[in-house]
């Protein structure tokens, strides 16, 4: 168990639909980063936050959308949902951006039908 | 742009067989390296980093070694609970990780 946290862990809609993936990083880490894995691209780096503030984006697409609450939990908003946004989505956390361990959570698994 | 590549993308051992896993990597500047495990449907569990060439890591059974231009996972007599997809990665620079295609591991009892 790394301590990282994801609801839900399952997740099915529609096409067109819109839905909330949400994570809780380790005690005392203040960076989180959300993954996108599929099978054709493997695991892909969406975005990060530190401490709240948006720090680095990777390959997210404009319908999908992130935040850091105050109290460090994170969600992953994903709209206008498309087929080929089905997925697992994984989280992972670390104590400071940069060159630290990211640990990573159970991951929620996407099925947009 | 970061790059990173695993071979061989399976391999398949019988118990106690060692075997290596190869990682190599095309960085601007090298901020570690990561080992992770990943089991079907779960989310990768870290195993080792490596900051430097010349540094080598060891848990159980798995060897991590690193070199300007790769890193390997030697894996020493293995069991059939080590089978698994081995993932590498490198940060990027105030980003998050570049991560390869990974290995998928088949130990055979």
């Known amino acids: 168990d790394s301590g990282v946290t994801q609801t839900p862990k399952h997740l099915i809609t529609a096409t067109g639909q819109r839905v909330t993936l949400r994570c809780s990083p380790r005690?005392?880490?203040?960076?989180v980063y959300w993954y996108q894995q599929s099978l054709d691209q493997g695991l892909q780096f969406l975005i990060q936050?530190?401490?709240?503030?948006?720090?680095a984006k990777g390959n997210i697409l404009e319908r999908f959308s992130a935040q850091q609450f105050p109290d460090l939990h994170s969600e992953l908003n994903l709209s206008s949902l498309e087929l080929g946004d089905s997925a697992l989505y994984f989280c992972?956390?670390?104590?400071?951006?940069?060159?630290?361990?990211?640990?990573f959570g159970p991951g929620t698994r996407l099925l947009v039908l | 742009e970061d790059q990173v590549t695993q071979s061989p993308e399976a391999l398949r051992l019988q118990e106690g067989e060692s075997s290596s896993l190869n990682c190599s990597y095309t960085?601007?500047?090298?901020?570690?390296l990561f080992w992770y495990r990943q089991d079907p449907g779960k989310g990768p569990e870290f195993l080792f980093t490596?900051?430097?060439a010349g540094e080598e890591k060891e848990k159980e059974r798995l060897k991590a070694t690193l070199t300007k231009k790769e890193s390997f996972l030697h894996i020493t007599a293995p069991k059939p609970e080590d089978s698994a997809t081995y993932l590498c990665?490198?940060?990027?620079?105030?980003?998050?990780?570049?991560f390869g295609e990974g290995t998928q591991l088949t130990v055979n009892p």
């Open positions: 990665a490198v940060p990027a620079e105030g980003s998050g990780l570049t």
């Open positions: 490596l900051y430097s």
């Open positions: 992972a956390s670390s104590p400071n951006p940069g060159r630290e361990t990211q640990y």
């Open positions: 005690s005392g880490d203040l960076s």
């Open positions: 936050y530190y401490n709240g503030e948006e720090r």
């Open positions: 960085v601007s500047g090298l901020r570690g």
